[in-house]
């Protein structure tokens, strides 16, 4: 028996009030293969992104991921997918350390606060560990979720635009993670400006334009 | 990994939103001498006739809390709007009526607490006799609290997002708290007045119905809310 | 009237809009029959109600504004009822045409609103000596008549389809739960108060016409509520449509 697709778009559409984000969008991510979404701003790389993350479903249409439908296994997807994206999802009044260890308490990790320590020293953080995200800087917020995406160890992880806001040396760092966890197996679905970065860690190419799927 | 169970979930929610409070003391601060300033200026707007102020206590008391809680329900969805913290909740995964009981009973607290730093004020102001059934008197501060978070949280998710949600918030919760507030000041006033013809427990039944009402009908609807099909 | 006059009524209105909504060939004359009706029955109203019903022991001619202030209290809440099942179905099973429903009858339910608690005010003035009073059922159509501003007001500031359905049904369901409690909170707070008057405490001919304006405010609100209804349907067709399978243009 083949393993299921690793994602499967079938005819998906999505309504942002009057606008259509995403339009009668139809693809397939075999397993075992990374994808590429490129597009310009405002071309539906987010919301899809979001879609395939259980954050948001479609208008009409379905997502499955490994085979299962996002809207009806949504609780048992959240396990295996995660999202790094614009927004951070971080409490900004909380400290990093506190957002982490919250974090491995609702995933139901033993040791919370020892999984959150040995997560902020692998991203380079534990100088900072006890300040509030309110005075961290757009790179080292990065930083935090990247540790909670770690945390989580997903099958399947989103990246939406993950070379943002960093430096070169960041840069180096988030190209070395996205083939490190390839390399452990994960899925990686990455939206990206930076096409010759893109295309170098991934093997499949989605192009959107308007929202739609065009061959580049 | 291990499932988590509701009521540990709701905990964990409940958890953070005390710490994200305790890490903002100044917004509490700040919440507190607005409820005092609001109890100052109702007793100018009745001049210094002690008894109708003793008699008018109970009411004064529980439409500073009201006043209070649009503020601190307000704020407690602005928390999570920031970063869009709250799908980062429901993607960790947490079950949305977890995110629901947690924030409530946060919310709760928080009034609760709120009171109780008004009550030595009310008998500065007002002169009320505390002493006479002091436990009632707590049990009706919190089921009140409670009364007021529960639709509260509700109604706080939906107008977080829409536009024009400062007024939003107090146009939809406080039609549907009118029984809410005819109950808790009544309770009040008989915790704190003579209570002749044993009015208090009925009083406590309609507080403890409202509750568990819009508990269990918040429960029910939230999920609803947060989640964007 | 007996206790189970409402849930007729609301059956009746409710079998009424599922046949227009459902049923094409009506569509067309269904409604002007209705309309036609309750212009008629409404002329008739004013003679029994003016002219053919005794006045009442107490109040005298000014408790004439009864026949068609109660009926109009008595729409506004089959309206809010409608509501309210609109909004548990379409959180059990999205449908653009609860949506549309329950839009339309909470626009309608707050006209007959405003319309019976303005009647009830004047009503209130020459016979209690006030414009306002510690009355169940008026503090509770008031407090329901303001959720339902509320709830109006909330369909009017959120833009996305989904979102504003999704949100005044939560709404709708959270206001709907507080009228029994505020209808009983308000009594206990005021149990002095006249019991509610019943057609045994009132005349046989009172109860007549009493009955007659009911209906003929039915027809009225089952007009209303299907010609707003499809006004939403018309608002709502250009957005839900799906977007074609290819762009409309290719970009260069």
Redesign the interface.
Known sequence: MSSPAALEIDDV?K????R?AV??LTYTLPAGRSLLLTGHNGSGKTTLLRMIATATFP??GKISVFGRETKAHRSALRHEVALISHASHLYEDLSAAANLTLLAEFLGIDDAKQTARALLERVGLTARATSPVRQFSAGMRKRLSIARLLMKAPKLALFDEPFGELDPAGIEQMEALLRELQAGGTTIVLATHLVEQGLSLTQERLHL??G?LVTP | MKRLSLARAAWLVLQKDWQIEWRTRARMTALIFFSLSTLLLFSFAMGPDINALRAHAPGYLWLALLFASTLSLGESFRVEAENQALTGLVLAPVDPRAIFLGKVFGNASLLFGLSLVLLPVTVALYDVDLSRAPLQLLVVLFLGSLGISA?GI??SA??A????RD??LP??L???L??LL??AV?ATRFTLMPDAQEQLP??LK?LT??DL??LS??FL??P??VE?? | MPSWAPLVMLAVVVAMIVTHVAVPAVRGWMWKVSAGLGVVMLVALLYFGLFWAPPEAFMSDVGRILYVHVPHVWMCLLAFTLNVGCAVAY?MK?SWRTDAIAEASAEVGVYFGACGVLMGSIWARPTWGVWWDWDPRL?STT??L??Y???L??RS???????RA??S???A???Y??LP??W???R??NSLHQVQSSPSTVDKPMTAVLRWGATTFLCFLFVFIVKRYELARARQS??LE????Q?PQV?A
């Open positions: 559409s309504r942002f009030g009057t259509w339009a009668r208008t009409a334009v308007d739609r | 639709p509700v109604y939906i107008s997002n829409a536009r024009a007024v939003m146009l939809l406080f039609p549907i009118v029984p005819l109950a009544s009925s009083w309609l119905a409202f009402i819009y009908v918040g609807v939230f609803k809310v964007e099909d | 959180l999205k503090i407090v329901m303001l959720a501003v509320g709830y007001a909330l500031f959120t833009d996305d389809p989904e979102r999704t949100w049904a939560a709404s369901i959270l206001s739960v507080s409690i505020v009983f909170s308000v206990w707070w250009g957005a799906l977007p074609p399978v762009a970009t």
